[in-house]
């Protein structure tokens, strides 16, 4: 029991009420992050920006799932333990959200010795409630999704879910008794509608359990079968099924990982104080565990449910399912690398209605990125920076009288508040985007309306200068209103117009009124926002296959110099130093997996690597140091050339050399366009 002071204690309910607790699924650990990862992050990531603007107490949790079959088996293959495997694969997500400017609060880890504390505490909590028993199943089991099925479920001896084969299996195992809770979970989701989120998502789930009887849940694993995962505490013959434990981090990361409530440092202040969650955001493919395994967990462990889950689409690319083998995966790294995190970031949420399904194209991005953020907002930018450079100097000057379209600019960016507010708490991030783009659009509108070049030349300084700082003013809002989505590109608006404040330290309420620009500020010119991408400079680099200014930020162009254009790399014109297929046939390349990567000791460009090429692991040296860290190429398939005399560089044997492509500043290993068997010939 706590006791406050009855201040502390107003502070305390005032702070709850407001307090945004938010969650992204825990990713699993045997796959690299990719753009279906990033999603759901980066939207969480917005929303919990928006809360700190707002001032609200805010956690933003994020992290990955670590136990389970097919991270033991990952790890297996690849000659490591499972939790060698977590820690590697576990920093690729760390890598990813630190580049794409993620503000998580927290990330767990389901190794973690508390969170296995907790879920072992809820496990005996039901256990000891009669909520779990022990029985002897007998039926089918798909061991890749780690799931029982019924006989009704399967599908021609296949996983109704992931298509695989299934196995018939009998084992005594412990089930969760989930099947009593199903009138109470369709009492609560037809009670509360904003509980699963969209609408078509909560009639699949209620379609679901108003025409299906719900059975109880497999909760164990014999040890014999599966070692890597968290113990029943009542039976040391058994883990827990990985969903028990990876459902759990919502509620045991409010015991250790949560910001301390103001006024107490009890960790069960803390719990009660974060939980509920406000939302777990989830991809569509695992409402049905959030919805009903933890739904009916919580009612059973006596806790509340979580306010909301939503589920988004799916991304596809180029209209296709993404996968490994066909090789369309997009790797949200290369994206960034090629265009920064907040025209990707704008891109996702842009698109498509967070809850139905989208596509990547190469094509759609492009056109995003000309139109909405080179055209639209880089130019609306650029054209005010030069404009007050040239006309007042390089000082924001002061408005004067208001005009008719004055006025319908100012109102409309006093509209946008109403309209965000509303538009986030829908999740609803293209329809806040669109908001956002009403004023732009609305600025540039005023731009031509009132012609200032003619203002200008008429020598009309005083409506020149209203203009002008209208303009400046617009600016300040629009950026204020991106930050959640595009914090850099937001904060550089500010810089440029001679804001000094950082957005993330400000308080939206003392920001939204008009006319908070200071006449006579000095604007900050910086490089051009967002330089169009010219598709037609095309060197076909990454998977992201067209080339953009890389120097963006800096607002350089890209220019190649004479000297990296060196003889010896162009190709070699027709009868000049040509070689017969003899001399080709003798060099043996080879596709290989990169199973290890480590840098060299006191090296920045040497990588030791163990690669995989069928018949053996070799040791290849390579000098990719500076391009890639060596988390990057774990499980990368590559090629090299399997017959060259072993050497030693710093000191350490490469028996191998690695093919890589380079261009300027890129280097870009080679490697196969499918997933091939280690060893396969390349001819
Ligand atoms: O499911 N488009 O982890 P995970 C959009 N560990 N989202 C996609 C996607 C795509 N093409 N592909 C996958 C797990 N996702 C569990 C979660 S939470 C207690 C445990 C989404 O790494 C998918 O829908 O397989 C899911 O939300 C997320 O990626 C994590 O997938």
Redesign the pocket.
């Known amino acids: 029991m706590i006791f406050f002071t009855g201040k502390l204690e107003a502070d305390f309910n005032d702070q709850m009420q407001k307090k945004f607790y938010i ?9 690299v ?5 990033a ?2 992050t980066i939207a969480a990531d917005v929303l919990a920006r928006y809360h700190r603007l707002k001032g609200d107490p805010v956690f933003f949790l994020t992290g ?2 670590e136990h ?1 079959q097919k991270v033991e088996k990952a790890a297996h293959e690849r000659g490591r333990t499972p939790k060698e495997h977590a820690d590697l694969l576990s920093v690729n997500f760390r890598k990813l959200w630190e580049k794409l400017e993620i503000t998580n609060d927290a990330f767990i880890r389901t190794t973690d010795k508390e969170h296995i504390a907790v879920v072992q505490e809820f496990l005996q909590k039901l256990f000891d409630k009669g909520e779990i028993e022990r029985r002897t199943y007998e039926g089918w089991y798909c061991t890749p999704d780690e799931r029982f099925w019924t006989e009704k479920d399967i599908v021609d001896g296949k996983c109704p879910d992931c298509g695989r084969q299934v196995e018939q299996i009998q084992e005594d195992n412990y089930f969760f008794l989930m099947s009593k809770y199903q009138d109470r979970l369709i009492r609560h989701i037809t009670d509360d509608p904003t509980f699963i989120r969209p609408e078509s998502r909560r009639n699949e789930v209620l379609g679901f359990l108003t025409t299906h009887k719900l059975g109880d849940l497999c909760i164990s694993r014999p040890k014999a079968r599966l070692a890597w995962g968290i113990e029943l505490p009542f039976d040391r013959d058994f883990v827990t099924y ?2 028990f434990d ?5 509620y045991s990361a409010t015991r250790y990982l949560s910001p301390a409530a103001k006024g107490s440092t009890d960790p069960k202040t803390r719990e009660s104080f974060w939980w509920p969650a406000d939302h ?7 409402l049905t ?2 919805s009903v395994y ?1 739904s009916t967990m919580l009612m059973a462990l006596e806790l509340p449910l979580p306010r909301n889950i939503f ?7 180029d209209g296709k ?2 996968s490994k083998s066909i090789g369309n ?1 997009i790797d949200p790294n290369e994206v960034v690398d090629t265009y920064g995190p907040d025209a990707f970031r704008f891109f996702v949420l842009r698109e498509v209605p967070f809850g139905l ?2 596509d990547y194209s190469t094509e759609t991005f492009v056109t995003r990125f000309n139109t909405e953020l080179a055209n639209d907002l880089g130019n609306l930018l650029s054209r005010v920076l030069t404009m007050v450079s040239k006309y007042f100097d390089g000082k924001v000057p002061a408005a004067r009288d208001e005009h008719q379209t004055d006025r319908e600019l100012r109102e409309t960016a006093c509209a946008i508040p109403a309209a965000v507010e509303a538009d986030l708490n829908q999740l609803a991030f293209n329809k806040y985007l669109h908001s956002v783009w009403q004023l732009v659009t609305r600025a540039n509108r005023y731009v031509e309306e009132n012609a200032p070049w003619t203002l200008a030349k008429k020598n009309d300084m005083g409506r020149l200068a209203t203009v002008m700082y209208n303009l400046a003013e617009a600016l300040r809002l629009v950026a204020l209103h991106l930050y959640p989505v595009m914090p850099g590109t937001s904060q550089s608006i500010w810089n440029c117009i001679g804001m000094d404040k950082q957005i993330s330290a400000s308080l939206l309420e003392d920001e939204l009124s008009w006319g908070l620009i200071q006449a006579g500020t000095a604007i900050c010119p910086g490089g051009q926002l967002f330089p169009r991408i010219d598709t037609k400079k095309d060197t076909g680099r990454g998977s992201t296959m067209i080339n953009a200014d890389k120097t963006k930020k800096e607002g350089k162009k890209m220019e190649t110099k004479p000297e990296e254009q060196k003889p010896a790399d162009k190709p070699a014109a027709a009868g000049t130093d040509l070689i017969g297929i003899e001399d080709f046939a003798k060099v043996q390349l080879r596709v290989g997996k990169i199973v290890q990567a480590e840098r060299v000791e006191k090296s920045d460009k040497l990588v030791k690597l163990k690669v995989d090429i069928g018949t053996e692991v070799r040791q290849v040296v390579a000098g990719i140091g500076k391009h890639y860290a060596p988390e990057q190429l774990l499980d990368k398939q590559i090629v090299i050339v399997a017959n060259l005399k072993p050497a030693k560089l710093m000191g350490v044997e490469s028996q191998g050399m690695l093919l890589a492509a380079s261009s300027g500043e890129i280097l870009s290993v080679v490697t196969p366009d499918k997933e091939i068997a280690p060893g396969a010939k390349v001819k």
């Open positions: 969650t992204t699924p825990i990713y699993y650990v045997n796959d992050p990719h753009i279906g990862h999603y759901t990955t799932d389970g990985v969903w990876a459902l759990t981090n919502y777990h955001l989830v991809g569509k493919d695992i565990t959030h933890w589920a988004h689409g799916w991304w596809t690319r399912k993404m995966v399904d989208g």
